[in-house]
């Protein structure tokens, strides 16, 4: 048995209780998410819930096995759930099969592909030797989460779907626990950079918009960049808050704060936030991107990069 909660950057993977009925049946009730579940029936009920939660709890008959709620680690939000269900072979050897959905407003975010990540590394630490994933062929997306993770397709099943009364036709994936560790598990490259929530007079927050060409092209972000080889943090800091906004500041002005930990597809990003109040010049957009100063009770509601969110709440608590 998996031992929660798991934690990643944006989420926490925790034991679901009761209080999580009500959002299960609000997110159930979109027919989307449940399209290509092979266990969730339509339309979707309390009692449904209900025993869903005192299954993941062992005092049910529904086969969810290590069952987790999927949790907005800023929010609190009940926005889905993943588990996997372990299967002992003839030889001795156990798999595992994953099984996840997100709310439908919460497509398209990353969030499942995070959430899969975080559960992998418990799966194989269970003792699992193979992790698989049933994909119905037209869940692109879903499919797409997979392949991010390491999984590979190794074959077409006809998937029968009790909650449907059909079958589908669905592409078999699994990831083995000894390529997994060959490829370094979960391992990327780890990419280092800076960042500064600027404060006014008003304990408003500087932010700047990523520019058309970029990655993110949009999302709103605390000012900053890549750290250089050799380059002291604070020394990183003040070149580019030169370069990018046309402002000066020195060492003793910046206060370190926390710091941001994500993993994106190819890399692993690590960044140190530091508070600033008092600099010369008046920031400027000097490589095409646009500023904001923004309220910190409005900063949960700006679209910003995966790894900028955790930051949010820690800012909103500190002031």
């Known amino acids: ?17 009761m209080d999580d009925v009500p959002s299960c049946v609000r997110h159930l009730a979109d027919e989307s998410v449940v399209a290509f579940l092979s266990h969730v029936p339509f339309p979707y009920t309390e009692d449904d819930a209900v025993a869903f939660v005192q299954s993941a709890l062992g005092e049910g008959p529904l086969p969810v096995g290590d069952a987790f709620v999927i949790e907005d680690r800023v929010t609190g939000a009940m926005i889905g759930t993943i588990g996997v269900r372990p299967m002992d072979l003839p030889d001795g050897t156990r798999i595992g099969e994953i099984g996840y959905w997100l709310a439908r407003d919460l497509w398209g975010k990353g969030l499942a592909t995070e959430a899969v990540s975080a559960l992998v590394p418990h799966c194989f630490g269970d003792g699992l030797v193979r992790v698989t994933a049933h994909v119905n062929e037209k869940n692109a997306a879903s499919r797409k989460v997979l392949e991010k993770n390491g ?14 009364g059909r079958s589908n036709l669905s592409i078999l994936m699994a990831l083995d626990k000894g390529k997994w560790h060959q490829a370094g598990g979960n391992e990327v490259p780890i990419l280092t950079v800076v960042a500064v929530a600027l404060l006014d007079g008003d304990d408003r927050v500087l932010l700047a918009q990523r520019p058309d060409g970029k990655a993110m092209a949009g999302l709103w972000e605390f000012p900053g960049g890549k750290i250089e080889p050799g380059e002291a943090p604070e020394t990183a800091l003040i070149r580019e808050l030169r370069e990018e906004l046309d402002i000066d500041t020195e060492e003793s002005c910046l206060a370190p704060f926390c710091f941001a930990s994500h993993r994106y597809d190819s890399f692993h990003l690590l960044m140190p936030l530091y508070v600033c109040r008092v600099w010369k010049g008046q920031p400027q957009g000097r490589e095409g991107q646009q500023l904001q100063w923004v309220p910190v009770k409005r900063l949960q509601d700006m679209a910003m990069p995966p790894a900028d969110v955790p930051l949010v709440a820690m800012l909103r608590d500190y002031l």
């Open 1 to 17: 048995m998996i031992r929660g909660p798991i934690v990643s950057n944006r989420l926490v993977l925790r034991s679901p209780t």
């Open 151 to 164: 999984f590979a397709p190794i074959g077409l099943a006809e998937l029968w779907m009790p909650a449907r």
